[in-house]
Structure formats: structure tokens, C-alpha cells
């Protein structure tokens, strides 16, 4: 295989014109190493090319640790040739190894290309480059792991026509705490929980059907999945349980959250657990404030930043559930059916650190008048408010609590307020969409989604919503880049990044237009950004660009306030750009770009006046 076709087959080249590819290879050098040769020095010269293996394998080391193997196609010494800084490892020829080398210019011009900035961007957020920027090696994260490698024993099941007695006698025989019961293509599924809560909590024989109490159909995972999305799937349904199947649906295994809580590093399980398990409002409160110390835990474990925001988010989502429990168990049980929502970034799941209550209550009076049932929410919602706050999640500065008139309606009412919202060209209903338009449910018996939903899919028959809406995701500009050690605006301020109001929240809200003005009722940013590339409003090009530029923005933004706490200073989103290495630097300001372009051919779609 010539050059040109070997490097067009791995990344950053792989997007790469053929005729560039062929200039780049006439310029190569090609070196040899053998087994045991070492490469590059820890912290000794910084690299002088971008090294590119060809054949053979080299290691990564930290000191005498191996910490990583390369192979074929896989690329070194980036790092260090375009920041200048001594390597962050020793690499040494784990075999005889050939070596495409490329200058400094070179490198430096793949990896300025868009897709290449991606692939360092991507690069930036994990381990490798903080200790780039001075930080000790990290373990590598269990949670890249695929599930099947938690496997331990074949799965066990019975029939649905079973009773609890004789499935409690396979559980206790076969020492597993669930069965899966086979039904056509899917599976039920019974746990040692269930047989507690469904059959002797309520006094239910024991000679009840394992049918009857089962959950059915069981949330299954393919065995390809990350060990980090299994821990996050098991944390948002509330599941202890996940069966594994193969691609043509036959069970492979069962993992448990008592699995996962084996693996080195910290979960957050016994965080969600306990608060669950908390008897009173005060046992909540306490529980809850030890987010914070489990958030820069896993920061620290290296988790990927959306996911600890995802975390956090399920967390909160907890602690709301057990204290409107608690709460309506003291109040009495409410005069009408409700639902509490998230809205904002929690209904997102995208929380960091520093965050705020953004919430809703929606119920169905019936026949009653509203006067009548809204007392009594008015106290659920300003006590669950007040426990939370006391939980260390402060209210929100601009009163979006369920605490709050406005945002507490029956049905009819926020059918009303939504419509009203989408054609108010004030500045109000604006804002407020920005907040609302986010939401999610969280408790409560009401199902009002649905609901909300639907006016959310009229959006498109809606053009001047729309562009309001696009108006105020592209008036705020991201800063232009740095000049020293300071962030300069788009008007030419210096001042410190806002990672936050600068970078993160413009992406949202880009990903929040694309979302509404096709209809559609996701409120996850990139999952957003993945329809609107469906939808053929941006380029796939575009979406991996906002979407590592999400990612670094938020990675950056967790580190910043994980260092916040651990001095003892209260977490904000503005940071020092003296703190940012010269390659996260790089990423930023590609970043930034990625932004203000796609903010502009948004406005350039809808005909926006330029700002």
C-alpha cells in the first residue's frame, strides 16, 4: 500500500484531497526503531515531528508504567511538537517499528484543518493532555469498557406462569437476584426487589404468578455498550438491573449496579441510593450536599464531561422525587393530579457545579376551580423549593420556581402561556422560552408532556417565532480569541472567559432552534445537533465541530470549578485564561469559531441582519 492510501485511511488525514496527501508524502521521512528504542524522552526535548506508526507498535509510558499501545495508523508527539512542551511520556518501540515522521509545518496545517482541530479537541479532553498541561497520568477509565466484560455467568430465567414462591426458590438456589422471563421476542424481568415491594409489602400470596409483578419489557443493552452509558441508563430509569442481548436477541448475561459499584473508580450510586433511602426531609438535605465532593471525584476519575452533567442532573432529579414524597406524605394526598417539571438545563441534563433550580408545576383541577387546588401546591412547591435550596441548589435569580404563581398552572393555563409565548415579540417571551421550551417531568401521576409536545410541533407553521427565536440564539457572539492572557469579545473588550454565557450556552441555544424549528420535542444539545443534521439544516461537518467544541467547553468548565471547590471557593463559570494550556487554547479558539460560523449561516438561512 503507497502513502497517500495508508494515511487517507486513519484520522486526521482521512479528510485530506488526494493531490494534498501526495505532497505530504514526498515530504515524509520514514525511520525505523527497534523493539525497545526509545522514541521520545519524558519531559526530555520537546518532539520535533508529528510521528505517524506505520508498522510495529509503540508504548506510551509514565515512568516505567505502560499506560497505552499504539498501533497502525495511530499518531504521537502532537502534543509536544505544537505547544513546545517536553513529551507528557516516554514512548518506546514495543516492536520493531516504522515510522512515517511529518515537520512541524505540516502538522501544524492537518491539525488546523477543521476536522483536524476536531481530532485534537477530541484528544484535549482526555488524560494524555492533562498531563500535558502538568497534571499526573490518570488510570485508564473503566467506563470505556463494554459491558459484556462484566459478564460473569449465563442468565437465569423462568416461566411467566411461575409463582413467586417458586421464582424465589430459583433466585435462592442459583444465588442470582433477578430472572428473566422469556415473552416472544422481549423479556420480563423480576428482581428480589420486586418480590419485596409487589408481593410481602402488600400482602400478596405467595402463590401470586411471577407475570403479575414482573416489569415488562425489560430495558435490555447490547453488549457493545460502555460501562459508562450502562451506568447512566441504570441511574436515569431507576433500574438495578440490565440484561445483555446479542444482536439477534438472545440473552447473553445480567448486570447489576452492585457490578458496576465493583469497578475501581467511583460511581454514583450509593449518592442516588441514599437519598432514595433517606426517612426524612433533613436526611435528604445532608445526603444531597455531598454532590459536590462525588461530581469532582468523578471529574477527576476522568469521566466524560456530558456524562457527570447527566449525573448530576439524575441526582438532582432524585433528591426532588424523595422530598415531594416526604412532603406530600406530611401534607396529605394532593387535590388534584400533577406533574413536576424540569425545565432549563436540568430538564436538559446538562448540570454543572454551579447551578440553579429551574422548575414547574402543572395539575388537572377537574371539576374543581383552580383557587381551590392551588393552595395546596403552592405549599408542596415552596417547601420542595426551599429543601433543595438548603441542599446547596440555590433558587432561580430570576424566580423560575414552581414556588412561583407563574410557573405553577393547570393544563388549560400552560397550554395558554406556551402559545402566548411563541407569538409575544417581547423581550419577556423570549427569555422565557429560552427556559421553558426546555423541559422534562420529573414526578407526579399528570402525564402533561404529551401535551406540551404537541405545541411544540406546530413550531414550524410558525415563521416568525422562528426567527425571533434565531435572533436571540445569534445576537451574543462568542469572544474572538485571546490576546496574552485575556479573552478578547467580539467588540474588542478584554475580560475573563465566561465558558459558560460564552461558548456553552450559545451552543445550546444554536441546538435549541435547530430542535423547534422542525418540531421536534428533543432537549438534549447534541442530541438535538444529531436531528438537525437529519433534518438537513447543518452538515455533519458542522455538528462533530459544535459537538467537540461542546464537549472541551464543557470539560474546561468542570476542571475550572472542580479546583473551585477543592480550595474552598464557591464554583463560578468564569475562567482564568493564565489557567489554559497552549493547546487547550487552540481547541477554545477553534471552538469559538465553530460557533460564530454556525451562527452565522443560521442567520444567513433565516435572512437575519447581520450583528
Not at 467511583?266 to 459536590?292: D, M
Not at 456530558?306 to 438532582?316: H, K, L, S
Not at 432529579?317 to 424523595?322: K, S, V
Request: hydrophobic share 40%; proline share 6%; net charge negative.
Amino acid at each position: 500500500m503507497d502513502i497517500p492510501t495508508f494515511l487517507a485511511r486513519y484520522p486526521p488525514f482521512d479528510v485530506l484531497a488526494p493531490e494534498r496527501l501526495e505532497e505530504i508524502a514526498r515530504g515524509l521521512q520514514i525511520e525505523f526503531f527497534p523493539a525497545g528504542a526509545v522514541i521520545l524522552r519524558q519531559a526530555g526535548e520537546p518532539a520535533r515531528f508529528l510521528y505517524v506508526v506505520r508498522t510495529g507498535a509503540v508504548e506510551l509510558l509514565d515512568e516505567d508504567r505502560v499506560l497505552d499501545l499504539l498501533v497502525e495508523g495511530e499518531v504521537f508527539g502532537h502534543f509536544s511538537l505544537l505547544s513546545g512542551l517536553g513529551p507528557a511520556f516516554s514512548v518506546r518501540a514495543h516492536e520493531d517499528t516504522l515510522c512515517y515522521l511529518l515537520t512541524q509545518d505540516v502538522a501544524q496545517e492537518v491539525m488546523g484543518t477543521r476536522p483536524g482541530l476536531a481530532f485534537l479537541s477530541a484528544t484535549l479532553r482526555r488524560r494524555e493532555t492533562r498531563a500535558v498541561e502538568g497534571s499526573p497520568a490518570a488510570r485508564p477509565d473503566p467506563n470505556q469498557r463494554t459491558v459484556e466484560t462484566l459478564i460473569r455467568r449465563p442468565p437465569v430465567t423462568c416461566s411467566a406462569t411461575a409463582t413467586v414462591r417458586e421464582a424465589a426458590e430459583i433466585m435462592t438456589s442459583q444465588r442470582v437476584s433477578s430472572l428473566l422471563i422469556p415473552r416472544g421476542p422481549t423479556y420480563g424481568i423480576v428482581t428480589d426487589r420486586d418480590l419485596r415491594s409487589r408481593v410481602l409489602a402488600l400482602g400478596r400470596s405467595s402463590d401470586t404468578i411471577v407475570e403479575e409483578v414482573m416489569s415488562f419489557p425489560a430495558i435490555t443493552v447490547d453488549p457493545t455498550t460502555l460501562i459508562g452509558e450502562v451506568v447512566l441508563l441504570m441511574l436515569e430509569r431507576g433500574v438495578h438491573h440490565l440484561p445483555v442481548t446479542s444482536e439477534d436477541g438472545s440473552l447473553l448475561g445480567v448486570v447489576t449496579d452492585t457490578d458496576l459499584l465493583g469497578l475501581e473508580q467511583e460511581t454514583p450510586f450509593s449518592l442516588k441510593s441514599a437519598i432514595e433511602r433517606a426517612g426524612s426531609e433533613e436526611a435528604v438535605v445532608e445526603t444531597a450536599r455531598q454532590l459536590p465532593e462525588a461530581v469532582c471525584a468523578m471529574v477527576e476519575a476522568g469521566l466524560d464531561p456530558i456524562d457527570v452533567g447527566r449525573v448530576i442532573a439524575v441526582t438532582i432529579d432524585t433528591t426532588t422525587r424523595r422530598l415531594l414524597e416526604l412532603t406530600v406524605a406530611r401534607l396529605g394526598q394532593p387535590p388534584a393530579p400533577w406533574a413536576w417539571l424540569a425545565l432549563g438545563s436540568e430538564a436538559r441534563t446538562e448540570q454543572a457545579l454551579l447551578t440553579d433550580q429551574d422548575h414547574a408545576l402543572a395539575y388537572d383541577p377537574r371539576e374543581l376551580p383552580v383557587d381551590a387546588v392551588d393552595p395546596y401546591f403552592a405549599r408542596l412547591s415552596e417547601h420542595v423549593t426551599a429543601r433543595l435550596e438548603a441542599a446547596g441548589i440555590p433558587r432561580c435569580r430570576a424566580g423560575v420556581n414552581a414556588s412561583d404563581r407563574e410557573w405553577r398552572h393547570s393544563v388549560p393555563e400552560w397550554v395558554f402561556a406556551f402559545k402566548t409565548w411563541m407569538g409575544d415579540p417581547g423581550r419577556r417571551g423570549r427569555a422565557f422560552t429560552a427556559i421553558a421550551f426546555d423541559y422534562r417531568q420529573v414526578a407526579g401521576p399528570l402525564q402533561v408532556e404529551a401535551t406540551l409536545d404537541d405545541i411544540i410541533r406546530t413550531a414550524p407553521l410558525n415563521p416568525v417565532f422562528i426567527r425571533k427565536l434565531a435572533t436571540a440564539a445569534t445576537q451574543s457572539k462568542p469572544p474572538t480569541g485571546f490576546v496574552r492572557d485575556a479573552v478578547v469579545d467580539s467588540k474588542g473588550r478584554v475580560r475573563t472567559l465566561d465558558v459558560k454565557h460564552g461558548g456553552i450556552t450559545l451552543i445550546t441555544n444554536l441546538a435549541r432552534v435547530y430542535a423547534i424549528a422542525n418540531g421536534f420535542t428533543e432537549n438534549r444539545t447534541l442530541r438535538r445537533l444529531r436531528e438537525a443534521v437529519q433534518a438537513g439544516d447543518i452538515t455533519e461537518e458542522t455538528r462533530a465541530g459544535l459537538d467537540e467544541a461542546f464537549r472541551l467547553l464543557w470539560q474546561i468548565r468542570l476542571e475550572h470549578q472542580t479546583g473551585q471547590v477543592r480550595r474552598g471557593v464557591a464554583p463560578d463559570d468564569l475562567v482564568d485564561p493564565k489557567s489554559l494550556g497552549p493547546l487547550t487554547r487552540q481547541g477554545v479558539k477553534e471552538a469559538f469559531r465553530m460557533i460564530d460560523q454556525a451562527q452565522q449561516a443560521l442567520s444567513a438561512r433565516l435572512g437575519l441582519r447581520a450583528r
